[in-house]
Antibody, heavy 120, light 108 residues
Framework: EVQLVESGGGLVKPGGSLRLSCAAS????????MNWVRQAPGKGLEWVSSISSSSSYIYYADSVKGRFTISRDNAKNSLYLQMNSLRAEDTAVYYC?????????????WGQGTLVTVSS | EIVMTQSPATLSVSPGERATLSCRAS??????LAWYQQKPGQAPRLLIYGASTRATGIPARFSGSGSGTEFTLTISSLQSEDFAVYYCQQYNNWPPPTFGGGTKVEIK
């Protein structure tokens, strides 16, 4: 069974940093592109970042470019999102999501999400 | 960036009735269009991809159609577990892949 479990969310002050993790199991993690998608409270879905299976390509939404860094460790079956210079508008539930096949930006499995709150 | 527009924002339907949800793209996305279902407090679930292909385990009452810029998700006979928010998403031109604003299907 495919499982994606996010962690690392919490309350952080504006300008602060946070590192999210996503632990994957039930599939060959190193064969799939992975993504972060976020959802502000009561709002819709917003794609944040994608990373290919071998980390050879990485993409970011304009809203996070230069502040967020996606990475992965295939040996640990883990995906990460380093978030710096956080703003109030980054407040959201952050989901990790798997590409159905590389590279498509079509998300077939999602984690349950981790809440990031940016507030003073 | 391709803008996805969903209508209506809210759809009130009685159990057993048909629901028809619309999604429009600001430019052609070919058939690279997906639909997701999200229930309160849960992650989105992939329902349809390639505009009309049901994902694994999705009941046959869910069907998708369309290509280019106009797409439709139809739920043929609404069950209690189908009341949720539905999002369309294009993955034809990315980054960024973009989502519509969602349609909430509520009990009439």
């Amino acid at each position: 069974e495919v499982q994606l479990v996010e962690s690392g969310g919490g309350l952080v002050k504006p300008g602060g940093s946070l590192r999210l993790s996503c632990a994957a199991s039930g599939f060959t993690f190193s064969s799939y592109s992975m993504n972060w998608v976020r959802q502000a409270p009561g709002k819709g879905l917003e794609w944040v970042s994608s990373i290919s299976s071998s980390s050879s390509y990485i993409y970011y939404a304009d809203s996070v470019k230069g502040r967020f860094t996606i990475s992965r460790d295939n040996a640990k079956n883990s995906l990460y999102l380093q978030m710096n210079s956080l703003r109030a508008e980054d407040t959201a539930v952050y989901y990790c999501a798997r590409d159905i096949v590389e590279p498509t930006a079509l998300f077939d499995y999602w984690g349950q999400g981790t809440l990031v709150t940016v507030s003073s | 960036e391709i803008v996805m527009t969903q209508s209506p924002a809210t759809l009130s339907v009685s159990p057993g009735e048909r629901a028809t949800l619309s999604c429009r793209a600001s430019q052609s996305v070919s058939s690279n269009l997906a639909w997701y279902q999200q229930k309160p407090g849960q992650a989105p679930r992939l329902l349809i991809y390639g505009a009309s292909t049901r994902a694994t385990g999705i009941p046959a009452r869910f069907s998708g159609s369309g290509s280019g810029t106009e797409f439709t998700l139809t739920i043929s006979s609404l069950q209690s577990e189908d009341f949720a928010v539905y999002y369309c998403q294009q993955y034809n031109n990315w980054p960024p892949p973009t989502f519509g604003g969602g349609t909430k299907v509520e009990i009439k």
